[in-house]
């Protein structure tokens, strides 16, 4: 009797700095680049729980216990480790791949996207930076293995962004004329006129771990106010914003969409955070929960609206 087999699960696909690394689950074979070049995961660690940095403050000699303070999440360390295997009849082509693994990562002024993807869930992403040297191994003639360690600053792992938007509300118009001669009841009936809209979109975050948006208002608004209606939080722009302008707003510590954080920039580049107040804190989304965003403005205009970018966290 034959041992039963594993089904056919599908690739966990690694994307980091251009390059794509594979893993077949429950093992096997990979796809191969155009050149023929497999890339293959061994080895990814650090991806999955969470570090806690715990404070605590000492107590006085004799007695028993610590004073324990707020606890935060560390930096996320990741481990990875691959081996690149040529094709057969091209053995030389590995002292090129090693230097073209050398070079990953290599500028160290900005932070570079880790993706993976899976069968079963939607892509994850971390922000990450080289942590240790890459260490390459030969194991063949055609192989070599390298291994490398990277650290997020951002230790929350985020799903693709998303964005919704919502313009002003826009007032009713038409409706009911009591003047004289009065209400015509006859054929078609009465017009009660067009309703307005809201001026609110709703932004959920499935994860696992708070999120903050990145907002884009956009011009012409001779003032901004951005409301999150469960909570209250209400953020302000005390300037104009002129028509083909928006003002790009990152809500979150760490960098994202190439913002600082906690940045207000016109066009995504002129630095505007004087204007901006927040007296009861930034906008987030909390975990597993949504919020309800409303724009308000001192005068309407159908061409301002607000741009909500998000992406949901997980621990």
């Given at each position: 009797m034959s041992a039963p087999t594993l089904p056919e699960l599908g690739i966990v696909t690694i994307t980091i700095n251009g390059f794509t690394l594979y893993h077949r689950i429950p093992g096997g074979p990979a796809p191969a680049d155009a050149d023929g070049v497999e890339w293959v995961t061994e080895k990814l660690t650090g991806w999955g729980g969470a570090g806690v940095r715990a404070a605590r403050a000492a107590r006085p000699l004799g007695r028993h216990g610590s004073f324990r303070g707020q606890s935060s999440r560390t930096e996320r360390v990741i481990g990875l480790?691959?081996?690149?295997?040529?094709?057969?009849?091209?053995?030389?082509?590995?002292?090129?791949?090693?230097?073209?693994?050398?070079?990953?990562?290599?500028?160290?002024?900005?932070?570079?996207?880790?993706?993976?993807?899976?069968?079963w869930s939607v892509p994850l992403s971390a922000d990450v930076e080289l942590d240790d040297e890459i260490l390459p191994e030969w194991v063949s003639r055609w192989t070599m293995r390298h291994s490398a360690q990277f650290a997020a600053p951002d230790p929350r792992l985020h799903g693709p962004w998303i964005t919704f938007e919502t313009p002003l509300p826009e007032p009713p118009t038409g409706g009911l004329d009591f003047t004289s001669p009065g209400l015509n009841f006859t054929a078609p009936g009465l017009n009660f006129g067009t309703p307005g809209s809201p001026g609110t979109v709703v932004v959920p975050n499935p994860g696992t771990a708070d999120t903050s948006p990145v907002l884009e208002l956009v011009g012409p608004l001779p003032d901004a106010q951005v409301i999150c209606l469960e909570t209250g939080v209400r953020a302000s722009f005390t300037q104009p914003i002129e028509a083909g302008h928006s003002m790009w707003i990152n809500c979150d510590e760490f960098a994202a969409l190439g913002l600082s954080g906690l940045s207000v920039l016109l066009d995504a580049q002129s630095d505007r955070r004087r204007w901006w107040t927040v007296p009861r804190g930034w906008p987030l989304i909390p975990a597993g929960g949504s919020v309800t965003f409303a724009l308000r403005s001192s005068a309407y205009n159908p061409d301002a609206k607000l741009r909500v970018r998000t992406r949901s966290a997980w621990w």
């Open positions: 480790t691959f081996a690149v295997s040529t094709p057969y009849d091209r053995p030389e082509m590995g002292p090129a791949l090693d230097r073209r693994v050398a070079a990953m990562c290599a500028d160290t002024s900005t932070l570079h996207t880790l993706t993976v993807s899976d069968p």
